[in-house]
Structures are given as C-alpha cells and as structure tokens.
C-alpha cells in the first residue's frame, strides 16, 4: 500500500519547508533509512530521511520549491502501483481549504462591516510582543505524539542564550535534550517535570525581562482557551511553588553548609562517575555546574573516587532508615510509565502475539576465541569484545544464510541485501537498540569501534532517531551480568534476534578426555512466517563455525 510523505515539521517554528535537494528521483528504490531529500527549514538545511520500503512513485514540490508544513512532499508504494485517488485527495484538499477560507473572508467583508472592526481590535489587543517566543513541545521522533519533561535544566528568571539546553525531554524512543533557539529571559514553563503533554503544546515563554506573561499566554490561546488560562491565573502560587522546589532540587548542601548549585544533569553524571560535585568549577550562570563541566574534569584536579567507594561513602553518610516494618502491613508505589516503556510495551507485546517464535540453542567452544581476542588487543590501541566478535559472525552468517536476514510483510517476504545489525543497550528508562549500518563488510575493530560510540551516545542521551532504525537482525547479550541462558522477544520487523549468554569454565570432553574448557550458550529466536527451524539450525552452524574460528573472520 502506497505511503504519503508529507512536508515534515523539522523545527519548533517551522510554518514552511523548501526542498533544497533530491537524493532520490521518481522510479528509485527506496530502503527505510535512505535519504530522500534535503529540507530548508528556517533555520537550517537537514537532511530528511525515508520511514518505508518501496519505489518512490511521485514527487509533489520540485527542488527550489517551498511548501507548508503538511504538504505532499513524495509517495512511496510497489512499482506500477495506482496512486491516482492519492494525488487527487493530496492536490485539492489545501486548494479548497484556501478558496473556501478567500470566500468566507469575501462574505465576511462584504456584509458585516461592523464584525470586521471587532475582529481588528482582537487582533491588536491580542498580538505577541516583538522579542517575545513562545516555544511548543517539538517532535523530536517521526513517531512522537507527546513527550514527557524529564527535568529542566533552566529555571524561570534564568538567561537563555541561543544554544543552551531548555530541558531533556523524553520521547517513545529516547530521551533527549532539547537546545533553545533564542535569546532572553525565561518566563513561563508550561510543563513541568514528569508531565506529558502532546506535541507543539506550549513548553515555555522565552522574551525580555518584565513582559506581560498573561497577555503572551491570552494572545496565544484566544477567545476559546480564555478559561483555561483563568485557570492558570487561580493557580499561579502553585505554580510559583513547583517553579522554587525545582530550582533547589538543583543545589547541594555540602558537609560545611556551603551550597552547590549545578543542573540535575550534571549531578547525576557526576554521581555515575564518582566525582566529589564540590571540587567541579562551575562556568554556568552564577558558577553554576553544567554537564560539561563534569565531562571536562579531570582527575588531576582532585583524586576520583571509584564509584564503589563512593556508593560506599554515600551509604554511610546516608541517614539511618528503620526497615521495621509492621506485621500484617501491605503497601504499594505506583510509578507512572514513561514514554519509553510505554513504546517497549507495544513492540514487544505486538511482536510477541503476532509473531510465533521458536527458539534453537547451540552451545560453542570459546577456547579459540579467547586466545584470538588476547591476541588481537595485544596490538597498539585495539580494543576487541567478545560481543564485537558474535556481531561480526552473525553479520557473515547472515551472508550465508539470507532467509533469517528478511521481514514477514503479509502477502510478501522483504529479503534484505544490505545487513544492518541492531544491538540491545540498557539505558536507565529501558532498552534502545542501535542499529550498525553494514556490519558485514566491517572489520572487528570497526564494529567495536561503532558499538562503543552509539551505545555512549545512547546511555548520554545524545544518540538521533536515525540511528536507531533499519535493523535487519538483533544481538542482546546478558553475559556480563552472568546470566547463562535466555530468550529475547524478536525486535520486529526483524525476522530473528540472537540471545547471548556468559562464557563458562567447566569441564568439557575433547578427544575422548575431560578436560577444562571454556564455552557459550547461544539461543536464536525465530519468527516462524519466514524462518523454518532447518533454516534457524543451518545459521547456528554456520555463526558456530565462525565464533569458533576467529581467524576465518579477520580476512
């Protein structure tokens, strides 16, 4: 079925879009993932990429072309198929809208004089003072509906400068931070910290010192949102109390009863690494600490503690909690499901009763492998995993075997040609997984190289949407925690997803002996629409012979 692609809102005050380039002509096949065009939007050209699979069959506004927000922009479908009731809904829609709204306006000033003064005097009682921005929740996903403000990282009264981070907001894929666009003073959070609300809701009021907030909000709602902005107004000590509890939530008190200012941000990861937050120099607002701060300390500057030794310190110090608890009592904590986990919840439930699984599990001899990656990161500035190694063999495996490299796609299989490996990582609101574009015809070192880069950018919250799309085959390992075996839900729409266990020392056979040796159990989930079980079983013999074999995989 043939896809619209509409003129994307590629920035929060985006009203219109002009195609600067197309990377893709009418007739090219397009993978999910490839770039279709490059986009000017008001305040940069970016690079604009393609959600489906298919041949791109029209293209609606020309290069130089401008267009609104919403516009057709492409159609994507089988080749030869029939898109004539999409052109025609798509090219008279607005066209109507537009001539409907002329002879409304027509009507309007030919018959009611009198109407048309009061709508002026609306109009300039209700203009947004110059300087002043409104800024609206900004879709941060193509398949962003709301986001949820995980924490503000500027308060009301703080400067803005053009580039600071607002706020990290969560989406269905990610949570991220949000930079501002414009200078001035904030004056207004519309969402506060935990609370969701849909995209281009009003996030905040950025504008010069002293501005009338009501008016701005009054002119931005209108007539009909009057009430709603009465009852803001009944609200506002409520509100000024959330703005002070936030603001201090961003202070330490030290051992000495000097405070420390410094933006959750940089708390948190200042915690995660085990830096003392009193020894960081602050070059935020005030000597405020700020992220990077904590990512430009250096140990130079006063000893880190280990993060053992700190949890360790932070337990002592920690005030003594009675865990007396009174027999016969029950309780209860309800926690509001992020955006995330609330994502997590439909994939995988929809993979799971959808999808039949089967599962094959091999158990192979890591001997060779252990001594090929000693030897491998004996070399100057290589650093190889064993997980880097089991992604390399199911990307060769997968060459082998292109039946577990497909989707199921109803009336149709999608049998990949390219091998985009998607590898699970556990941040702290849940699981993303970053996708490794081309992993077969990447070395050892590369892959290591990539998986490092993308799972750091994931756990900072700096990894974009378009890096975590266009899997072809998924890797989850729980080794590291020790678990020996397990089961993963297929991270659709890939066929199959690989679930990697510890590496155990025990006693093996080997030449008719019992000797001690080293191995792994790996067990392949399969969507059994496209994968049969011979097909499953021949992969696994085929990613063993290379796990085994390191040295088949270095050429």
């Not at 692609?5 to 090219?28: F, H, Q």
């Not at 800024?135 to 193509?142: A, E, G, N, Y």
């Not at 390399?392 to 989707?407: E, S």
Request: glycine share 8%.
């Amino acid at each position: 079925m043939a896809e619209v692609i509409n003129m994307p809102r590629l920035s929060d005050t985006m009203e219109e879009g002009t195609v600067a380039k197309w990377l893709k002509n009418v007739g090219d096949k397009v993978e999910e993932g490839d770039i279709l065009a490059e986009i000017e939007t008001d305040k940069a050209t970016m690079e604009f990429e393609s959600f489906y699979n298919g041949t791109l069959l029209h293209i609606g506004i020309q290069e130089g072309d401008g267009a609104p927000v919403d516009t057709l922009l492409a159609i994507i479908g089988e080749e030869g198929e029939d898109i004539s009731d999409l052109l025609k809904g798509g090219g008279s829609t607005k066209k109507e809208e537009n001539t409907s709204d002329k002879t409304d306006d027509d009507e309007t000033n030919t018959d009611t004089s009198e109407d048309t003064e009061v709508e002026e005097d609306d109009t300039a009682t209700g203009e947004i003072p110059a300087g002043v921005e409104i800024v609206k929740m900004p879709r941060l996903s193509d398949t962003m509906e709301e986001g949820t403000v995980a924490s503000w990282l500027k308060q009301v009264g703080d400067d803005v400068e053009e580039g600071d981070i607002l706020a990290e907001i969560e989406t269905d894929k990610a949570t991220m931070e949000f930079e501002s666009f414009y200078s001035g003073k904030l004056l207004y959070i519309g969402i506060q910290e935990g609370e969701s609300a849909p995209v281009d809701a009003v996030l905040a009021v950025i504008g010069p010192e002293g501005t009338d907030v009501d008016a701005v909000l009054n002119a931005k709602s209108g007539s009909k949102k009057g009430a709603k902005a009465e009852t803001k107004n009944e609200d506002t000590s409520k509100t000024a109390d959330s703005e002070e509890t936030s603001s201090t939530e961003s202070t330490t008190v030290t051992s000495d009863g000097n405070r420390i200012f410094a933006s959750p941000l940089a708390k948190k990861i200042a915690e995660d690494r085990g830096i003392d937050i009193s020894k960081v120099s602050g070059t935020g607002d005030n000597g405020r600490i700020i992220k990077k701060d904590i990512e430009n300390y250096t140990p130079s500057e006063a000893p880190k503690a280990a993060p053992e030794v700190a949890k360790a310190e932070k337990a002592v110090s920690a005030p003594a909690v009675s865990m007396a608890i009174p027999a016969g009592e029950e309780g209860v904590e309800e926690t509001k499901n992020s955006n995330m986990r609330k994502a997590i919840a439909k994939a995988l439930g929809n993979s799971k009763f959808t999808a039949p699984h089967f599962y094959l599990t091999i158990e192979v001899d890591m001997d060779n492998a252990i001594a090929s990656r000693a030897q491998i990161n004996s070399l100057p500035d290589t650093k190889v995993s064993f997980n880097d190694m089991v992604l390399k063999a199911c990307a060769m495996a997968l060459r082998k075997h292109p039946q577990v490299n497909t989707t199921w796609n109803g009336d149709t299989t999608k049998q990949y040609k390219h091998i985009h490996m998607g590898v699970a990582v556990a941040v702290d609101e849940g699981l993303v997984v970053p996708v490794i574009k081309h992993a077969d015809m990447l070395g050892l070192t590369q892959i290591g190289a990539a998986v490092k880069e993308l799972a750091g950018k994931a756990r900072s919250k700096k990894i974009a949407p378009s890096e975590m799309e266009g899997s072809t085959f998924t890797v989850s390992n729980l080794g590291m925690f020790g678990i020996q075996e397990f089961t993963s839900i297929i991270n659709q729409p890939n066929s199959a997803i690989l679930s990697v266990g510890a590496i155990v020392e025990k006693p093996v056979v080997k030449n008719g002996e019992i000797v001690i040796g080293n191995t792994m159990k790996l067990t392949l989930a399969c969507d059994h629409r496209t994968v049969d079980g011979a097909v499953g079983a021949q992969f696994l013999q085929t990613l063993r012979y290379f796990v085994e074999n390191p040295v088949t995989m270095l050429a």
